[in-house]
């Protein structure tokens, strides 16, 4: 019973926004098909060598980078309302010409210039986050918004397996068609709400003198804490490149069995996120979370370097899972909570240039580590890394929040 109050409570107090905000990437991530499958789709369908796969997936990466840092900037100027309908809008033409693109350098191209708009949005949003929740929820809402996106996730890759083992142009084109209903849908709801938010804060600044904040490139505290989010994405994003490649080619799975293993991983979140959110504020302090977090992440990997069968493949995914809960939406609220009222913008969009980095890495990284010394080596590797990154997170985090509150104090 005090489990089940515990989950039911964990969804108390957040606000209609931060819901809407939720069905929104919902709707956009159901659509998500495309990601986990672009490896095999340039492997399988397009023949390119592993290797060249890994080189053109970081392109991914790179437009991620640019698009987090432009994204960021440009929030801060003209308000996240605009950002992500624009980026959601944009997005649609440019999947459906993916498939267009059958060479190396075409396919690369195409894949810089969407991740360039659609990572744009993701500073936005978590703006967007930060503005509607209240202060005391503001982990939660960044869990509810990373559930919405996992349930996404759980139906999107699920539904992607079978849909790529008839054609992979169905992928790009739902990708499409979500991001068009997401981006309509979000227009419709916050709008008007955009308006009163812009009256309030106009009101806001005409009452007091607006503090200039430092930018985030010259907080070195920060910048530590966002090259240890980059070194423990690049372990977390195999997920995105190398494990599916493993599966398949290792492992032996089917296409629709990758896409049932990362459906279920997306279901099992939505299922524990909010009340392990819950459990985490409740009993750790935030770097007690994110060294079991990270460290967790880590474990998942370094277990298929001993088997691979399905069970196996399972019990990884749960703990990856379980790793994931404990270290993202925190990672989020780490950063709001370094930020200032007028630059939070700025922070989130260089926090997520970390992970976008990470993007460009991976891919490269994992593959090459798997072309030529196995899977083994890399999922090893991955564990080993993990551990130190999580230890070292268990130390930064307090020493970057204790200096924030100090300063904000004086």
Not at 128 to 141: D, Q
Request: aromatic residues 14%.
């Amino acid at each position: 019973m005090k489990l089940i109050n515990l989950y039911t409570n964990s969804f108390k107090g957040l606000s209609q926004e931060s819901w809407m905000l939720a069905l929104v990437m919902l709707i956009n991530r159901a659509g998500s098909m495309v990601l986990p499958f672009l490896g095999v789709y340039m492997t399988d369908h397009l023949h390119f060598s592993i290797e060249n796969t890994g080189v053109v997936l970081s392109f991914f990466g790179i437009g991620s980078v640019l698009g987090s840092w432009l994204g960021g900037m440009i929030t801060d100027k003209i308000g996240e309302y605009k950002v992500q309908y624009l980026s959601l809008l944009l997005s649609v033409p440019l999947f459906c010409l993916i498939p267009i693109f059958k060479t190396e350098i075409g396919v690369a191209g195409i894949i810089l210039i969407q991740s360039i708009v659609s990572e744009t949005f993701r500073p936005a949003n978590s703006v967007a986050i930060t503005k509607y929740a209240k202060p005391e929820n503001i982990t939660r809402a960044f869990s509810l918004n990373r559930m919405a996106v996992n349930l996404g996730f759980s139906i999107g890759p699920a539904l992607g397996g079978i849909l790529s083992a008839i054609s992979y142009e169905f992928l790009f084109f739902s990708n499409a068609f979500a991001a068009l209903s997401a981006g309509l849908m979000y227009i419709w709801f916050f709008a008007k709400r955009n308006k009163l938010a812009k009256v309030k804060a106009k009101k806001v600044k005409e009452a007091i003198v607006i503090k200039k904040e430092n930018s985030p490139y010259r907080d070195g505290k920060f910048l530590i804490y966002c090259f240890f989010c980059m070194l423990f994405s690049i372990c977390f994003f195999q997920l995105f490149s190398t494990l599916t490649i493993f599966y398949k080619d290792t492992a032996k799975l089917s296409q629709q069995n990758i896409g049932y293993i990362l459906g279920y991983s997306g279901f099992l979140i939505v299922l524990l996120e909010m009340g392990f959110v819950q459990i985490a504020e409740k009993y750790f302090s935030l770097a007690v979370t994110m060294l079991l977090g990270t460290f967790i992440c880590g474990l998942s990997y370094a277990m298929l370097a001993f088997d691979y069968s399905m069970i196996t493949l399972l019990v990884s995914m749960t703990i990856l899972c379980i790793g994931e809960i404990w270290t993202l939406p925190f990672m989020s609220t780490i950063t709001a909570l370094r930020s200032g009222e007028n630059n939070k913008g700025a922070y989130m969009g260089l926090n997520g240039i970390s992970f976008s980095i990470a993007f460009i890495i991976t891919p490269y990284i994992g593959t090459m580590l798997a072309e030529r010394f196995g899977f083994n080596a890399l999922w090893i590797g991955t564990g080993v890394l993990a551990t130190f990154i999580a230890v070292a997170l268990y130390f930064i985090v307090p020493w970057m929040i204790k200096d924030k509150k100090e300063k904000a104090i004086n």
